[in-house]
């Protein structure tokens, strides 16, 4: 059996100087809700408790080894005077600095028990009748995150590591981002992601998201909440991603999986080495020989399931009289959150549930239920542990649930039987517990019943593995390995600058024969829901018609749409070049209708083979639709539901590369579309043919947005133009717009 000093567990020393040594190049500036100390009265003073979850154990070496400091709100009531309560806060300090984050007087309590815990808390637990919104809850979540947010500006250099906690704080990525470019912020969610069709439920989901995308690190506690992450991205923000990163706004954006660990020699080392644990342990063997007991400990929460357990053992004890004396079960449960209505009810309801059975089943030698709505200490809390023959850790749906690995620190020689729900993020990495759907009340009493009569090898044979993950996985590994995914990633990409109106102005003015090409949809137009909808506004018209009527200007919209759209939409325009088909197609002012560019005539025999299959896949995808055009064909999912339209374009594309191997034809994934053309039909032949047609001009734009326009920038990159991509992506425009309207100021200035 694998103990601590085993050489082939990871010393937490070790992984303790990994995650320093990352640190120490940056400072480090770790963000929670709270801070891990908590002011509070003693008589007439305030003074600082600590408290000794697993994130400060981790946290404090690395970040006094960095000259890190921790942010986050330290519980006071607003009274105490910011130089006092500093100093106060410093007094309880642990080598490295606490930071009040200041949150508007009064707002503490609207911030904490507002969005986060009455609408975000129960919705990602899956409890979405329990969700309550207001405007004024949004607007205390809101402004809670930007004090957050001047609280890190204030001691943050810009180019520092920010390791931001759980859903309190999902604005502050991109509140951090908007100052600077080049800090390094991490985000860490405690809690589940749930699925895209519940989080779609979550009023103000859009900013939420767009929140954390400020981040450059996000991590989750399992894999299906990273997936369930990626699936809300497609389907709220049209953003589609990878399984470990997407790009966004000019970034890559890492995504992770690492679920937390705990401290396990800071708990299970008090088992031989705290005088206090063993003698409160010895107390309670003596107190209950000759029983069997189970531990629980949880705060008070609606998403723990302690109704349901409390309902399970009154049916195991009526069911199974022979229990009666046997078995007692030890009930933490830590009060919490008790300014909000659902917690006061529950509180209510397991008092006279927990009575009740007590009442009716408990002899003048025994009670059933052992129920403490009070927080008892860590050496207690080892010793319960310790005893216990079973831990009963059935939440309805947690993130992790630190008690099911607690439990495992606790047991050095393996003896005993976790029982642990499916629904916690634990369960994905600690199979060999009795895993159960706590929903399943009869299902749970069963479970019980066999972790009750199992013998000592299975629960050893149970227990010691992941009693084993649990050392190796601890929660210093679990920071170091965030910090290291921190430090590698955020590496700034070379993003083309911003385009400069003045100088492309000068230039545009100097010159006197000027070639322009404009991309239309997405850069001239912006994208709709249906194709058809893009038709020009009146503005554009007339400056496209203003921009054509300079005779030093030689200007045209290149489109991959078909030749009849153009026609209807800018064919009346005097002197505008149009190009279709992606330039295949071309109209040339003064000649009637249009032309094939340099009188090409590719090969279509690939269409009757291509046809029926994107038919296939419309059959499959209602809303799904094929468009036809002279030379290429189309496949747009725009209306299909976003994830399962980006898996079906997927699977589309992986096929059209097979029937086309023997062709010229090639599949493109545009945005919501799967096209196929002739592979030389592009942008870039397009931008070569009106380059020769237009003579020595001293001056050439080409702006456009998407993969399409790619090529149209590499040629006119040859030729010294102006290139300019609108939106985030990699791109080789020489320049880039954040937004497409940019590109009405930049016609309005060129006709001043
Ligand atoms: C969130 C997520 C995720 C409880 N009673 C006492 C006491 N505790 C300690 C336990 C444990 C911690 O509190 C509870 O942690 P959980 O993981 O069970 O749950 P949450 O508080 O909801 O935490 C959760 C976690 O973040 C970490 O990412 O696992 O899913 O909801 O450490 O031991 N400690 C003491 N006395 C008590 O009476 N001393």
């Known amino acids: 059996m694998a103990t601590f000093a085993d050489p082939k567990i990871v010393p937490a020393e070790t992984a303790r100087s990994a995650a320093r040594e990352a640190a120490q190049q940056h400072k480090l500036i770790v963000v ?9 009265h003693e008589g007439e003073n305030w003074i600082a408790k600590p408290s000794s979850g697993g994130l400060a154990t981790a946290m404090g070496p690395i970040l006094k080894g960095s000259g890190g400091l921790w942010i986050g709100w330290p519980g006071d009531d607003g009274t105490l005077d910011p130089a006092e309560r500093d100093r106060i806060l410093h007094s309880g300090s642990e080598g490295y600095r606490y930071v009040a984050a200041e949150l508007e007087p009064g707002k503490a309590q609207a911030f904490y028990e507002g969005y986060a815990n009455q609408t975000v808390w129960p919705l990602f637990h899956y409890f979405p009748t329990r969700m309550n919104f207001t405007v004024e809850s949004w607007d205390a979540y809101k402004s809670g995150n930007h004090a957050f947010c001047r609280a890190v500006s204030r001691v943050s250099n810009g180019e520092d590591l920010i390791w931001i906690h759980d859903y309190h704080l999902m604005l502050l990525p991109d509140c951090l981002r908007e100052q600077t470019r080049n800090a390094k912020i991490g985000f860490f969610l405690h809690i589940p992601f749930p699925s895209s069709e519940v989080f779609a439920m979550l009023p103000k989901r859009e900013a939420v998201l767009k929140g954390l995308l400020g981040a450059d690190l996000i991590a989750f506690h399992t894999h299906l909440y990273l997936q369930h992450f990626r699936a809300s991205l497609l389907r709220v923000l049209g953003i589609e991603s990878q399984i470990d990163s997407l790009e966004y706004d000019g970034r890559t954006i890492h995504l992770e999986v690492l679920p937390i660990g705990i401290a396990p020699e800071e708990l299970g080392g008090l088992i031989d080495h705290g005088p206090e644990t063993a003698k409160y342990l010895q107390e309670l063997r003596q107190r209950y020989k000759g029983q069997q007991i189970m531990i629980a400990v949880d705060r008070l929460d609606y998403t723990k399931g302690i109704p349901n357990r409390m309902r399970t053992i009154r049916r195991l004890l009526t069911q199974h009289t022979e229990l009666r004396e046997k078995i007692v079960l030890i009930q933490v449960a830590v009060p919490s959150r008790e300014g909000i209505g659902d917690y006061q009810a529950l509180r209510s309801e397991l008092n006279e549930t927990v009575g009740e059975i007590n009442g009716e089943l408990a002899t003048p030698h025994w009670t059933p239920i052992v129920y403490l709505r009070q927080g008892v ?44 729900s499916e629904f916690a993020g634990a369960a994905a990495e600690m199979g060999e517990a009795l895993l159960v759907n706590p929903y399943n009340e009869d299902n749970v009493a069963e479970t019980i019943l066999r972790a009750l009569k199992m013998d000592t090898a299975e629960r050893q044979a149970r227990l010691i593995p992941m009693r084993e993950r649990v050392t190796r996985n601890n929660v ?44 239309y949809d997405g850069t001239l137009v912006p994208i709709a829901d249906d194709p058809t909808w893009t038709r020009p506004s009146d503005e554009l018209l007339r400056n496209l018609s203003r921009l054509t009527s300079d005779p030093a200007n030689v200007v045209a919209v290149v489109t991959g749409r078909r030749a009849r759209d153009m026609d209807v939409w800018l064919g009346h325009i005097n002197n505008l070049y149009l190009g279709a088909e992606h330039g295949l197609m071309v109209h040339t002012p003064g000649e009637p209708g249009w032309h094939t560019l340099k009188g090409m005539n590719p090969d279509l025999q690939w269409k009757d083979k291509i046809r029926p299959v994107l038919q296939h896949f419309v059959d499959r995808a209602p809303g799904s639709f094929i468009e036809e055009k002279q030379f290429s064909l189309v496949w747009h999912y725009r209306r299909v539901e976003a994830e399962f339209g980006s898996w079906l374009a997927r699977e589309l594309l992986a096929l059209l590369e097979n029937l086309l191997a023997d062709t010229d034809a090639r599949p493109l994934h545009g945005k919501k579309i799967v096209e196929v053309k002739s592979s030389w039909a592009n942008k870039g032949q397009f931008a070569s043919w009106l380059l020769d047609r237009g003579g020595r001009a001293e001056f050439a734009l080409g702006i456009g947005d998407d993969a399409t326009d790619e090529d149209m920038f590499a040629r006119l990159n040859e030729a010294g133009a102006f290139t300019v991509h609108v939106g985030h992506s990699q791109s080789n425009a020489h320049f880039r717009l954040h937004h497409r309207v940019g590109i009405d100021k930049l016609l309005a200035d060129f006709l001043q």
Request: hydrophobic share 45%; with cysteine.
């Open 377 to 420: 200490s860590r050496q207690e809390l080892a010793a319960l542990y310790s005893l216990a023959d079973i831990a009963w850790v059935t939440p309805l749906r947690d993130g992790l649930n630190l008690v099911a690995k607690e439990y495992c620190a606790c047991k050095p020689d393996g003896n005993g039987v976790l029982v642990l």
């Open 32 to 40: 929670s809700n709270r801070l891990p100390v908590t002011l509070a």
């Open 476 to 519: 210093f590994v679990w920071a170091n390995r965030f910090l290291e995914k921190l430090m590698a990633s955020g590496q700034p990409r070379e993003v083309a600058p911003a385009l400069n109106f003045t100088e492309l102005q000068k230039a545009y003015d100097r010159a006197t024969r000027r070639i322009l090409i404009f991309d």
